[in-house]
């Protein structure tokens, strides 16, 4: 019941978007390959562990992990309170699962939560992790990729 309009609107005020380095370094899916392939790098899965094992996949249609990953996952840098825990905790938590953080590649399943496991990094002062923005549904997409399942 209301008036249609069909004309576009004019803009209003030209942007500025600047091109600014980014903020990690990102891996592509031939990385991990090599990886797999060749090691070097730890892998670190940001997912809930069931989906890591590859016991309850909600998204992709495969379930399991890259292999060679290890599991963090990514609500275990937080504290009961929803706030991440303490610098020391993390550190110590942190580098049980991504040892050297300059050799690690963040992972999950689509690219995202993988950011909140480089984020509690730099919390725990370990920054230089990469990430790997296709993650688990890239990795996925292509059937002759080798995939893992139960824990690492």
Not at 101 to 128: F, Y
Request: glycine letters at 10%; charged letters at 20%.
């Amino acid at each position: 019941g209301q008036p249609v309009v069909t004309d576009a609107p004019a803009p209003r005020a030209r942007g500025s978007i600047a091109s600014r380095p980014t903020l990690v370094t990102t891996v592509d899916v031939n990385a991990i390959l090599h990886n797999v392939e060749h090691g070097g790098k730890t892998i670190v899965d940001a997912r809930a562990p069931d989906r890591f094992r590859g016991e309850n996949e909600t998204i992709d249609p495969v379930g399991g992990h890259i292999p060679g990953a290890k599991n963090r996952f990514f609500k275990d840098n937080l504290q009961a309170d929803g706030r991440f825990k303490a610098p020391d905790q993390l550190k110590a938590e942190l580098k049980v699962a991504v040892g050297d953080p300059q050799d690690a590649i963040m992972q999950c399943g689509s690219g995202v939560t993988a950011c909140h496991n480089l984020l509690a990094l730099e919390v725990a002062g370990m920054p230089g992790a990469a990430l790997y923005p296709g993650s688990w549904s890239e990795w996925t997409a292509d059937p002759r990729r080798a995939v893992a399942t139960g824990a690492a």
